[in-house]
């Protein structure tokens, strides 16, 4: 059975950095594509940062160049590096896993075939 874990999350500081991990057992990540998204009560839920099988990654404007996604597929592993927190970075932050090589950066919830529980992430000011 697949399974997606995120972990990582936490309190910080503005201008702190905070690294996200996500497990993915059952099945390996070669040769699939990950997404992490986040949400905030009340809003609905974006991606952040997307990573494909073949290691190109995305990211919404407001976080490049703080924000790194990588990945381990040898550990089944995919990592958010998040440098310079802002208090709009506060949110749930999910990792979302997808079968496929990601041609270009899907950000449709429904394209993404297994997701974790999700760790908040709370930057204050």
């Known amino acids: 059975q697949v399974q997606v874990v995120e972990s990582g999350g936490g309190s910080v500081q503005a201008g702190g950095s905070l690294r996200l991990s996500c497990m993915v057992s059952?099945?390996?990540?070669?040769?699939?594509?990950v997404t992490w998204f986040r949400q905030v009560p009340g809003k609905e839920r974006e991606g952040v940062a997307g990573?494909?099988?073949?290691?190109?990654?995305y990211y919404i404007d407001s976080v490049k160049g703080r924000f790194t996604v990588s990945r381990d597929d040898v550990l089944n592993r995919v990592y958010l590096q998040m440098n310079t927190l802002e208090p709009e970075d506060t949110a749930m932050y999910y990792c979302?896993?997808?079968?496929?090589?990601?041609?270009?950066?899907?950000?449709?919830?429904?394209?993404?075939?297994?997701w974790g529980q999700g760790t908040q992430v709370t930057v204050s000011s």
């Open positions: 059952g099945y390996t990540l070669t040769g699939n594509s």
């Open positions: 979302a896993w997808m079968s496929g090589t990601m041609q270009y950066w899907r950000t449709r919830l429904r394209d993404y075939h297994f």
């Open positions: 990573i494909s099988s073949g290691g190109t990654k």
